[in-house]
């Protein structure tokens, strides 16, 4: 088999110029158009780079932030409600209506706690103490005196107490 003889013919030398010298022409087309790509696409993965940087930094800030933020809160929390329970009811044989309103008197005693933050309440546990505990209740024809047996503090003031009968 042999070779056509196109080199004879300059028409075909010049189709097969043209082709060479185009394809070269082509091959640094393409090489510019793709290095002006992977130009701009390396600049966007960079300053995406810099804005996920950014945007973690400020999120560290921000969770550093909402922790202190909370552990202020939780520092200033309030006494929502008062709880108050008498352990030995049943000893002095006293009906519910009566022990409801002793417990009642003993919360308008100390009402003045409440939506007050607990680190107030607890630096004055030993005045709620002593307003309970001086406090002489007349409850039918009988007069009692309480004790303060558990104190707990926390969003509910949480007070159980003993009677006894007073001399």
């Given amino acids: 088999m042999r070779i056509p003889p196109y080199y004879r013919k300059p028409t ?3 189709f097969f110029a043209g082709m060479a010298i185009g394809g070269i022409i082509c091959w640094f087309i393409f090489l510019y158009i793709f290095g002006e790509w992977q130009e701009d ?6 300053t995406q780079q810099s ?18 933020l909370n552990k202020e809160s939780r520092d200033k929390l309030t006494v929502q409600s008062i709880y108050i329970k008498i352990t030995n009811k049943e000893k002095y044989h006293l009906d519910s209506l009566s022990v409801f309103e002793m417990e009642d008197k003993v ?4 009402g003045m706690m409440m939506a ?10 030993e005045l709620i103490k002593k307003i309970i505990e001086n406090r002489t209740i007349q409850m039918n024809d009988k007069r009692y005196n309480l004790k303060v047996t558990e104190m707990t503090i ?5 007070i159980e107490i003993e009677i006894s009968i007073a001399n």
């Fill in 12 to 14: 075909w030398q010049h």
């Fill in 41 to 46: 696409y390396s600049k966007q993965i960079k």
């Fill in 51 to 68: 804005q996920i940087m950014d945007l973690k930094k400020e999120k560290t800030i921000w969770q550093d932030e909402f922790k202190k």
């Fill in 107 to 110: 919360k308008e005693d100390i």
């Fill in 116 to 125: 007050k933050d607990i680190d107030t309440v607890n630096n004055s546990r």
């Fill in 154 to 158: 926390y969003t509910t003031l949480s």
